[in-house]
């Protein structure tokens, strides 16, 4: 099956230093990618939506300088984490859709923990 | 705006009991719906997809059904064991080229099944 590879799987960083997660698709050409985040005993939350060769869709509340996204090519996204504070420490996932029509399979990366101190 | 519930929040089981964990969500308009597990500091594991045209599906022990009209789906899990001791998360998969095949997730539904 289709697999979707998150790195690193932990990283802790100090206050005010920037982090970079990357989230690749193996074997298929992902044409869009999602970010998510989860904080300790809640839910998923859509952060953004990344589009190869454009720019990202950002949700209502997320700042997009905060947090960068870019989706250079149709296998890697990568959400970088700027100037982190500790209320960034969260759980980071990613999610890659084939390429082809908007209702193609979705296949989640294994997550990243980010711990800022 | 898509909005997802999961009830309940938790729930503690003895071994080998039947459960239903519920989903219910405020927009018909989509999809498909799908039932995820999630193992503490895990990534997700997917266990059933339901498309918006069919009721229910089902795997091993699991049974998904979908109710569209109504905006509920369920997820009965049969002679529960230790080992499906986990979160799980209901989905909704958005309709139409706008909302771009997001999934929208519930809160999640925390399961400790007691040996």
């Known amino acids: 099956g289709a697999v979707v590879s998150q790195h690193p799987s932990r990283v802790i960083c100090k206050s005010g230093t920037s982090v970079k997660i990357e989230c690749r698709s193996l074997?298929?050409?992902?044409?869009?990618m999602f970010w998510y985040r989860q904080f300790p005993k809640q839910s998923l939350m859509l952060m953004a939506t990344s589009n190869e060769g454009s720019k990202a869709t950002y949700e209502q509340g997320v700042e997009k300088d905060k947090f960068l996204i870019n989706h250079a090519s149709l296998t890697l996204s990568t959400l970088t984490v700027t100037s982190a504070h500790p209320e960034d420490s969260s759980f980071y996932i990613c999610?890659?859709?084939?390429?082809?029509?908007?209702?193609?399979?979705?296949?989640f990366g294994n997550g990243t923990r980010l711990t800022v101190t | 705006k898509q909005e997802v519930t999961q009830i309940p929040a938790a729930l503690s089981v003895p071994e080998g009991e039947n459960l239903v964990l519920n989903c219910s969500f405020t927009?018909?308009?989509?999809?498909?719906l799908q039932w995820f597990r999630q193992d503490p500091g895990k990534g997700l594991t997917s266990l059933l997809l339901?498309?918006?045209?069919?009721r229910e599906q089902t795997s091993g022990r699991l049974n998904a059904s979908l109710d569209k009209s109504s905006g509920r789906s369920t997820l009965y899990i049969a002679a529960s064991q230790p080992g499906d001791s986990a979160t799980y998360l209901c989905a909704v998969r958005m309709l139409g080229s706008s909302n771009t095949g997001k999934l929208i997730f519930g809160q999640g539904t925390t399961l400790q099944v007691k040996p």
């Open positions: 927009d018909s308009a989509i999809y498909n």
């Open positions: 999610s890659a859709r084939d390429r082809g029509p908007y209702n193609s399979p979705l296949h």
């Open positions: 074997d298929f050409q992902a044409t869009t």
């Open positions: 339901i498309q918006s045209s069919q």
